[in-house]
Nanobody
Framework: VQLQASGGGPVQAGGSLRLSCAASKRTVGRYNLGWFRQAPGKECEFVAA????????YYADSVKGRFTVSRDNAKNTVYLQMNSLKPEDTAVYYC??????????????????WGQGTLVTVSS
């Protein structure tokens, strides 16, 4: 599985961005898909995930109410809509696929395939 993340860029605080993650083969609705981010000097952290074929969606507390995950099965693409962005959201954002269906959707260790990352920079 190859993943291509895109949609990052510079944005002012309070603004919005939509990230896309396109998969090379059918993964949406089949595998768990996660979004993670890594800020400079910090560890990679969980942002959101679609699990169990899309029946459940989970968010980190830091983004809950501001970020929304959605999917387009026909395009085999998952989106991360980010609203009310804050400077602390600045990071490289990665999408990932867990082919094994681990219940630990929040752990980077559960994911087998990763996209190359897209940089989001939020200025105050």
């Amino acid at each position: 599985v190859q993943l291509q993340a895109s949609g990052g860029g510079p944005v002012q605080a309070g603004g919005s961005l939509r990230l896309s993650c396109a998969a090379s083969k059918r993964t949406v609705g089949r595998y768990n898909l996660g979004w993670f981010r890594q800020a400079p000097g910090k560890e990679c952290e969980f942002v959101a995930a679609i699990v169990w074929g899309g029946f459940s969606i989970y968010y980190a507390d830091s983004v809950k109410g501001r970020f929304t995950v959605s999917r387009d099965n026909a395009k085999n693409t998952v989106y991360l809509q980010m609203n009310s962005l804050k400077p602390e959201d600045t990071a490289v954002y990665y999408c990932a696929v867990d082919a094994g269906g681990s219940p630990q959707y929040y752990s980077t260790l559960s994911y087998d395939y990763w996209g190359q990352g897209t940089l989001v920079t939020v200025s105050s």
